[in-house]
């Protein structure tokens, strides 16, 4: 026999699934160029395999398919992937540091990522190396080496220390927005891009960063999922965790090295797309409990689904003309976090 429990959270798994294909389905119609939900459906549908014989695309015109397949989908898959990972990161900060305050950006990474990128716009950004642009690359170099910094910094006799390494983030990160100030005041013919890319975009969405980011999203679920158990007891305080046996260091340098991967890897491709990591664990948090073996799948699927609708309110609300995602999650993530945190007053940790 299913328990009760087991099966209200299969009934949450289905539901989020279905969501999430309904969302992204709606998002491929949407845009500039507006396509009906019949032809999106044929065109999805010839693309499978077993059925894609009893399909016929006779009446769709290339240029549909293309926007479609080359244009539409690859923004909607790296919305997902990039919504899910930062909602993912966002549970484990929240979970080690005790915090519903803390997010994925706490350590300083999105602004060593927006400093990188910001050098790379300013001084040659039409770089090519590998195939990836060099905004990218210099922005996850500048999101690992804060990362390391941060680190450094907050090791003290062996021992990670929470409070120092969530100031050392705090202090990095004014650190480079300072220099991202002097740069768009020494590269004002850039201002535009620098600006637009610390908000967040996702219009650079290709095939090619698709597969690098999946496996990399795709392993620090596995991963993270792994250390569920770790994290539930972590968030009960470092004493509980040491008595239980739990190397606290160790896990929480690993958990945190996982964490910053896929926060770097999204920043690097996406910019800075703050609110998602907030708003998202919380949420499902309060509405789901805190056991993190069903809070980290269920805020990836809720944050993939938050960010394909904000990536497409990004790019339909002023079409032809696209708004920074930043800018969509964070007029629209606040007042529902609000919303949330009236309507749920009560203690979400255990």
């Given at each position: 026999?299913?328990?009760?429990?087991?099966?209200?959270?299969?009934?949450?798994?289905?539901?989020?699934?279905?969501?999430?294909?309904a969302?992204?389905?709606?998002?491929?119609?949407?845009?500039?160029?507006?396509?009906?939900?019949?032809?999106?459906?044929?065109?999805?549908?010839?693309?499978?395999p077993?059925?894609?014989?009893?399909?016929?695309?006779?009446?769709?015109?290339?240029?549909t398919?293309?926007?479609?397949m080359?244009?539409?989908?690859?923004?909607?898959?790296?919305?997902?992937?990039?919504?899910?990972?930062?909602?993912?990161?966002?549970?484990?900060?929240?979970?080690?540091?005790?915090?519903?305050?803390?997010?994925?950006?706490?350590?300083?990474?999105?602004?060593?990522?927006?400093?990188?990128?910001?050098?790379?716009?300013?001084?040659?950004?039409?770089?090519?190396?590998?195939?990836?642009g060099?905004?990218?690359?210099?922005?996850?170099?500048?999101?690992?080496?804060?990362?390391?910094?941060?680190?450094?910094?907050?090791?003290?006799?062996?021992?990670?220390?929470?409070?120092?390494?969530?100031?050392?983030?705090?202090?990095?990160?004014?650190?480079?927005?300072?220099?991202?100030?002097?740069?768009?005041?020494?590269?004002?013919?850039?201002?535009?891009?620098?600006?637009?890319?610390?908000m967040?975009?996702?219009?650079?969405?290709?095939?090619?960063?698709?597969?690098?980011?999946?496996?990399?999203?795709?392993?620090?679920?596995?991963f993270?999922?792994?250390?569920?158990?770790?994290?539930?007891?972590?968030?009960?305080?470092?004493?509980?965790?040491?008595?239980?046996?739990?190397?606290?260091?160790?896990?929480?340098?690993?958990?945190?090295?996982?964490?910053?991967l896929?926060?770097?890897?999204?920043?690097?491709?996406?910019?800075?797309?703050?609110?998602?990591?907030?708003?998202?664990?919380?949420?499902i948090?309060?509405?789901?409990?805190?056991?993190?073996?069903?809070?980290i799948?269920?805020?990836?699927l809720?944050?993939?689904?938050?960010?394909?609708?904000?990536?497409?309110?990004?790019?339909?609300?002023m079409?032809?003309?696209?708004?920074?995602?930043?800018?969509?999650?964070?007029?629209?993530?606040?007042?529902?976090?609000?919303?949330?945190?009236?309507?749920?007053?009560?203690?979400?940790?255990?």
């Amino acid at each position: 026999m299913v328990s009760e429990g087991k099966r209200k959270y299969f009934i949450k798994y289905i539901l989020l699934l279905i969501t999430l294909i309904a969302v992204a389905t709606i998002a491929a119609c949407l845009g500039a160029v507006k396509i009906s939900l019949h032809e999106t459906l044929t065109i999805f549908l010839s693309k499978i395999p077993l059925i894609k014989q009893l399909i016929s695309t006779e009446n769709i015109s290339s240029t549909t398919e293309t926007i479609i397949m080359s244009l539409r989908l690859p923004r909607i898959f790296m919305a997902m992937l990039v919504g899910a990972g930062l909602s993912m990161a966002g549970v484990v900060f929240q979970g080690i540091f005790k915090n519903p305050l803390a997010d994925p950006y706490i350590l300083g990474i999105s602004s060593g990522a927006s400093l990188g990128a910001a050098l790379a716009i300013a001084f040659g950004s039409q770089a090519i190396f590998f195939g990836f642009g060099l905004i990218s690359l210099s922005a996850f170099l500048g999101a690992f080496i804060v990362m390391f910094l941060v680190y450094f910094i907050a090791k003290a006799g062996g021992k990670l220390v929470t409070n120092t390494l969530i100031l050392s983030g705090v202090a990095i990160s004014f650190m480079s927005s300072s220099f991202i100030s002097m740069l768009i005041i020494a590269s004002r013919e850039n201002t535009t891009r620098i600006v637009f890319w610390t908000m967040g975009s996702l219009t650079s969405a290709n095939g090619t960063k698709i597969l690098v980011m999946l496996p990399i999203i795709a392993f620090g679920f596995i991963f993270l999922l792994a250390f569920s158990k770790d994290i539930n007891i972590l968030s009960s305080g470092d004493e509980t965790a040491v008595s239980m046996g739990i190397n606290v260091n160790k896990v929480k340098f690993i958990l945190l090295g996982i964490t910053s991967l896929i926060t770097a890897i999204s920043v690097a491709f996406c910019g800075v797309i703050g609110f998602v990591g907030l708003i998202i664990p919380h949420a499902i948090r309060l509405l789901s409990g805190p056991d993190h073996k069903h809070l980290i799948p269920l805020s990836a699927l809720s944050g993939a689904i938050f960010l394909v609708i904000c990536d497409t309110l990004a790019r339909v609300v002023m079409a032809p003309t696209e708004i920074p995602i930043g800018a969509i999650t964070a007029l629209f993530g606040a007042p529902f976090f609000i919303y949330l945190l009236i309507k749920n007053k009560k203690k979400v940790f255990i």
